[in-house]
T-cell receptor, first 111, second 117 residues
Framework: ELKVEQNPLFLSMQEGKNYTIYCNYS?????LYWYRQDPGKSLESLFV?????AVKQEGRLMASLDTKARLSTLHITAAVHDLSATYFC???????????FGTGTRLQVTL | EPEVTQTPSHQVTQMGQEVILRCVPI?????FYWYRQILGQKVEFLVS????????KSEIFDDQFSVERPDGSNFTLKIRSTKLEDSAMYFC???????????????FGDGTRLSIL
């Protein structure tokens, strides 16, 4: 059964700094997802990573996937306050199968 | 952009009462899901539904839970006799169910906050 772990659980960073969130998973995952959740809100899809070596970028966020290491990273470049949220990675193991979520990383960007 | 809609946004219920949470998935999607998130914790899978039947369910989804697609648009989650530990945010999601090579994610609704007293 797929297990997904994230670290760190909580990240406080200053505006303008760079940081990386790590997502490890236990068995083969067909796809790896990153979602953002603002407090009390829904899950917003950020990235879908399909294959080894996949890299996707949107604004100050960049996600990558290494299937051999069973590792995905979400890199934040020059953080701004608007990026404060909880970020979840999730994996699935087949077409239209359930998502297994990591514990989430609560990111707080301070001035 | 099409979206998943959920009602109500907040439901307060006495323990032991039945609740029905409602969802309208994206219209051309074929796969539907319920997840829950206890406050401050991760998102947990409850059940998936395809072609008018359950395709997978988790250990959480016991006999107190049921799902239904009563018409062509709604997808409901029923909890027959609620317990205090059922208090959580419940998210509905849908997907188009295309192959593993598709880059389309599951789309989530805004959730229903269920509070059991």
């Amino acid at each position: 059964e797929l297990k997904v772990e994230q670290n760190p659980l909580f990240l406080s960073m200053q505006e303008g700094k760079n940081y990386t969130i790590y997502c490890n998973y236990s068995t083969t995952s067909d796809r790896l997802y990153w979602y953002r959740q603002d407090p009390g809100k829904s899950l917003e899809s950020l990235f879908v990573l399909l294959s080894n070596g996949a890299v996707k970028q949107e604004g100050r966020l960049m996600a990558s996937l290494d299937t051999k290491a069973r590792l995905s990273t979400l890199h934040i470049t020059a953080a701004v306050h608007d990026l404060s949220a909880t970020y979840f990675c999730a994996g699935d193991t087949g077409t239209a199968s359930k998502l297994t979520f990591g514990t989430g990383t609560r990111l707080q960007v301070t001035l | 952009e099409p979206e998943v809609t959920q009602t109500p946004s907040h439901q307060v219920t006495q323990m032991g009462q039945e609740v029905i949470l409602r969802c309208v998935p994206i219209s051309n999607h074929l796969y539907f899901y319920w997840y829950r998130q206890i406050l401050g914790q991760k998102v947990e899978f409850l059940v998936s539904f395809y072609n008018n039947e359950i395709s997978e369910k988790s250990e959480i989804f016991d006999d107190q839970f049921s799902v239904e697609r009563p018409d062509g648009s709604n997808f409901t989650l029923k909890i027959r006799s609620t317990k205090l530990e059922d208090s959580a945010m419940y998210f509905c999601a849908s997907s188009d169910g295309k192959s593993v090579y598709s880059n389309q994610p599951q789309h989530f609704g805004d959730g229903t906050r269920l509070s059991i007293l």
